[in-house]
C-alpha cells in the first residue's frame, strides 16, 4: 500500500517525471562502473573530506577507507588527511587495523575522475606533488627507477614529522 507521502510526491511529478525515473535509474546504474569493487562513489566537489571538510574536488588525491561492523565509508580529499586521520581515530576504531578494512587512493596519472586508477594505499608508491592540503605526496602507478617515490610506510612516516 502507498503511503500519503508517497502519493502526493508521485502527483506533484506527474507522469514526465515517472517515465523518467528509468531513465534516471539506468544512468545511476552506469556511474558506478568505473569504481572499484566496495568503493563508495565520490561525488566530485560536493563529498567533504572527513579530516578537515574541504570538498574532494581533484581526482588525483582522493582517498577512501571504508570498514568496521557497520561497513562504514570514509573519504578523503588528500593522502595526508587519510594518514592523520588513521593516527587521530586508531583508539575509537580498532577495526582500522583488520584484514577486511579497506582503502583506496587515487593515483596520480589518473586521467581524469570518471577515469581515476585507484590503489591500495598501503602498496602504492608517492611521489612529490603539491596536493589540496599541502602534504605534496601523491600515490603513483610509476616504478621507475628514475622517478624517486616513497613506500606507504616512508610516506607516513614523513606525513607524520610534518605535522597537521
Not at 572499484?36 to 577512501?64: L, T
Not at 602498496?123 to 628514475?146: E, G
Amino acid at each position: 500500500m502507498c503511503n500519503p507521502r508517497k502519493r502526493r510526491f508521485i502527483a506533484q511529478i506527474g507522469a514526465a517525471g515517472l517515465l523518467l525515473t528509468p531513465l534516471a535509474a539506468s544512468l545511476a546504474g552506469c556511474a558506478s562502473e568505473h569504481w572499484p569493487e566496495g568503493m563508495k562513489p565520490i561525488a566530485w566537489g560536493r563529498d567533504a573530506c572527513v579530516r578537515c571538510n574541504m570538498r574532494i574536488a581533484d581526482h588525483r588525491f582522493a582517498a577512501q577507507l571504508r570498514g568496521g561492523p557497520k561497513d562504514t565509508t570514509f573519504k578523503f580529499d588528500d593522502v595526508g588527511c587519510l594518514v592523520f586521520w588513521l593516527e587521530e581515530q586508531r583508539v575509537r576504531f580498532p577495526w582500522m587495523n583488520d584484514a577486511t578494512t579497506r582503502m583506496w587512493v587515487a593515483a596520480w596519472e589518473s586521467p581524469s575522475a570518471e577515469k581515476a586508477v585507484w590503489l591500495d594505499p598501503r602498496q602504492a608508491r608517492y611521489i612529490a606533488k603539491r596536493s589540496p592540503m599541502r602534504y605534496d605526496l601523491a600515490a603513483s602507478t610509476a616504478t621507475n627507477a628514475d622517478t624517486p617515490s616513497l613506500s606507504y610506510a616512508e610516506m607516513r612516516a614523513k606525513t607524520l614529522a610534518r605535522g597537521k
